[in-house]
């Protein structure tokens, strides 16, 4: 007989004949199969098969026949491997209920290959509604990096002292591993309300009213040298403090625009201006042959006690600007502008010993070291110091 033409029956149905059968005796179990319409022999089979198996018997094809005893066992099984996976679950999900629903939802999906979803679920006792739903509505990974650079374009826009523009917060960020352009950056600057400050124009304090000498514009605005030692240029501006007034004089290389030499004092004398200044300056860097030193006309760089520390050093020569040419000096008074802009305008004045300490701070751990510079490429002056081997 071809299998496509064999009957197929219920197990009720074989239940019951079975269960009729022993009611009858053994001649009557072929009239039986008769009245039942079931092909000979198989009522036979089907009693040896239910004495064996009993409720196993008839589970159709695919499925193991166990003995009573054997089901038993399996189903003992079966019950200890869900009470191993209940405690599992217990055991390193139940930390992530307390820390809410988006830490829940991580939980199921780094578990979900190990137990079911509904397993989970119940185990934790957590909607499987909501998690759906989580699912359904998490964010994208275009959503997630767009946040992502958000969060560090905030970041880097305040411990930069609101000071850095798109350009440099760009540059930033690519030193950090992004990849962005500056006019993604601007455009996510303006979605965020971050205004850099806006630098004011300097303002002009030395007095170059004297009959001191006053020294050719040697330097003749070359403000790109190739070596270290080669030009320095100098100039002094106040700070307004709750206790008077505050002057400081910086002397800066223009190979690197690093302030070399400082000082900050409460008196415009050339003891506390120019003189600490240039002895700080050639104490942190070595004069090389024809080293320029421009100024402006202001007394403390034309007086004779200033141009005689100048002329010890043979190999010094001096510079100043012309007269009412204040380009002539414009890194230096660059300089003083962006220190104005990100350190004192819009602050509340303090006194002179806290804001002795917040212009040393400025010069020495923020100017010198973290400040991205366009004239060096947007590195910082560290940076490109350790490249052209100065450190």
């Not at 199969?33 to 008839?58: Q, Y």
């Not at 080293?291 to 005689?308: C, E, M, P, W």
Request: include cysteine; aromatic fraction near 12%; glycine fraction near 6%.
């Amino acid at each position: 007989m071809k299998l496509q033409n064999m009957k197929k029956y219920e197990r009720s149905f074989k239940v019951y004949a079975v269960k009729l059968s022993y009611g009858r005796g053994k001649g009557q179990i072929e009239n039986l199969e008769k009245e039942l319409g079931i092909t000979r022999g198989c009522l036979n089979r089907w009693r040896k098969d239910f004495k064996k198996f009993g409720k196993g018997s008839f589970c159709g094809g695919g499925y193991l026949k166990l003995t009573p005893e054997q089901a038993l066992i399996t189903n003992l099984e079966k019950k200890l491997k869900e009470s191993q996976h209940t405690l599992e679950i217990l055991k390193s999900g139940s930390k992530y209920v307390s820390q809410g629903k988006a830490m829940i939802k991580q939980f199921i999906e780094n578990n979900k290959s190990k137990f079911s979803i509904l397993k989970i679920c119940t185990v934790l006792e957590v909607s499987r509604s909501t998690y759906y739903w989580r699912k359904k509505h998490e964010p994208t990974n275009t959503k997630i990096r767009v946040n992502l650079l958000k969060e560090e374009i905030t970041a880097i826009f305040y411990e930069f002292k609101h000071t850095y523009g798109c350009i440099k917060i760009t540059k930033e960020l690519e030193k950090r591993g992004f990849k962005i352009h500056s006019s993604r950056v601007s455009l996510y600057m303006k979605m965020l309300g971050l205004r850099r400050k806006v630098k004011r124009k300097y303002k002009v304090t030395t007095d170059s009213t004297h009959n001191h000498y006053v020294s050719p514009n040697v330097l003749n605005r070359e403000f790109r040298v190739n070596e270290p030692s080669k030009a320095w240029v100098s100039d002094i501006t106040h700070i307004q403090t709750t206790n008077g007034y505050l002057y400081l004089t910086i002397v800066m290389d223009l190979f690197d625009r690093k302030i070399i030499g400082w000082s900050l004092g409460d008196r415009l004398s050339t003891k506390q201006t120019t003189l600490p200044a240039w002895e700080m300056a050639v104490k942190n860097r070595k004069i090389a042959k024809d080293l320029i030193f421009h100024s402006d006309r202001g007394v403390q760089y034309a007086n004779k006690i200033f141009t005689g520390t100048l002329d010890s050093y043979k190999c010094v020569r001096r510079s100043m600007s012309r007269r009412q040419s204040h380009y002539d000096n414009a890194v230096s008074e660059s300089f003083f502008n962006s220190f104005k802009a990100e350190l004192i305008n819009g602050n509340k004045l303090l006194p002179r010993n806290q804001m002795k300490m917040k212009v040393y701070e400025y010069i020495e751990n923020w100017y010198n070291k973290k400040r991205r510079h366009s004239f060096l490429g947007y590195k910082t002056i560290e940076e490109f110091d350790k490249i052209n081997n100065l450190i």
